[in-house]
T-cell receptor, first 115, second 111 residues
Framework: GAVVSQHPSRVICKSGTSVKIECRSL??????MFWYRQFPKQSLMLMAT?????????EQGVEKDKFLINHASLTLSTLTVTSAHPEDSSFYICSAPTRTNEKLFFGSGTQLSVL | GENVEQHPSTLSVQEGDSAVIKCTYSDSASNYFPWYKQELGKRPQLIIDIRSNVGEKKDQRIAVTLNKTAKHFSLHITETQPEDSAVYFC??????????FGTGTSLTVIP
C-alpha cells in the first residue's frame, strides 16, 4: 500500500513550548490529509482536514489557533501544537487518502508528552 | 453527517474460534468501507475493505460483508490466532473525501 511518513515518533517537551509534527506522503500526492488525536484505548478523533493550498477545516471544539495546520505541498502537511500544556499530551496521527483508489493510509503517529 | 457505530467494544475469543465485529452507518451515500487493525502504539493498518457494489470480500482468514439495505457491514476473522489481538476500527467513506470511524473493538485471542 501507499506510504505515509510521520515525524517525530515521540516528543517530550516543556509546558509552553511549541511542537511541530510532519506528515508526508512518500509515493503519492495528497491534496487532503487528516489529523487525528487518540487517547489510550480510544478511537481516532478527527481534529482537522488539511487541504493543500487552502485553509484547514477544523472539527467542532478544536482550537485552530492552538493546533496550526499547514499543507504547503502535495506531499507535506504539518501540525504545530502551540504553547503546549500537559492536557495536550496525546497520540497524534495523520492520514492521507490516495487519489487513485481513495484508500486511506496512516502515518506512524507521534506520542506527545508535555511536562 | 455520517454516524458509524461499532460493536462490541471488547471481544475475547479462544484461539481457533471465529470473531465477528459489526458496524452500522447512517448515510446511504457512503460507498467505501475499510477495516483497520491497530496494535498498541502503532499506526492503524488497512486489513480489508469493501465497496458498495460488492456484498462480500474475503482475504484468507478475513472477510467483510456489506448489507447496503440495512446499512451495516461486518468483519469476520476465522481461525483466530494470538497475533490477531489488537484494536479493530471500521470506517465509512464517501468517495474518499471524508472517513468516519467506529469507536473500535479491542479483540483478545486467548491461547
Amino acid at each position: 500500500g501507499a506510504v505515509v511518513s510521520q515525524h517525530p515518533s515521540r516528543v517530550i517537551c516543556k509546558s509552553g513550548t511549541s511542537v511541530k509534527i510532519e506528515c508526508r506522503s512518500l509515493d503519492f500526492q495528497a491534496t487532503t490529509m487528516f489529523w487525528y488525536r487518540q487517547f489510550p484505548k480510544q478511537s481516532l478523533m478527527l481534529m482537522a482536514t488539511s487541504n493543500e493550498g487552502s485553509k484547514a477545516t477544523y472539527e467542532q471544539g478544536v482550537e485552530k489557533d492552538k493546533f496550526l495546520i499547514n499543507h504547503a505541498s502535495l506531499t507535506l502537511s504539518t501540525l504545530t501544537v502551540t504553547s503546549a500544556h500537559p492536557e495536550d499530551s496525546s497520540f497524534y496521527i495523520c492520514s492521507a487518502p490516495t487519489r487513485t483508489n481513495e484508500k486511506l493510509f496512516f502515518g506512524s503517529g507521534t506520542q506527545l508528552s508535555v511536562l | 453527517g455520517e454516524n458509524v457505530e461499532q460493536h462490541p467494544s471488547t471481544l475475547s475469543v479462544q484461539e481457533g474460534d471465529s470473531a465477528v465485529i459489526k458496524c452500522t452507518y447512517s448515510d446511504s451515500a457512503s460507498n467505501y468501507f475499510p477495516w483497520y487493525k491497530q496494535e498498541l502504539g502503532k499506526r492503524p493498518q488497512l486489513i480489508i475493505d469493501i465497496r458498495s457494489n460488492v456484498g462480500e470480500k474475503k482475504d484468507q482468514r478475513i472477510a467483510v460483508t456489506l448489507n447496503k439495505t440495512a446499512k451495516h457491514f461486518s468483519l469476520h476473522i476465522t481461525e483466530t490466532q494470538p497475533e490477531d489481538s489488537a484494536v479493530y476500527f471500521c470506517a465509512a467513506s464517501i468517495t474518499g473525501n471524508q472517513f468516519y470511524f467506529g469507536t473500535g473493538t479491542s479483540l483478545t485471542v486467548i491461547p
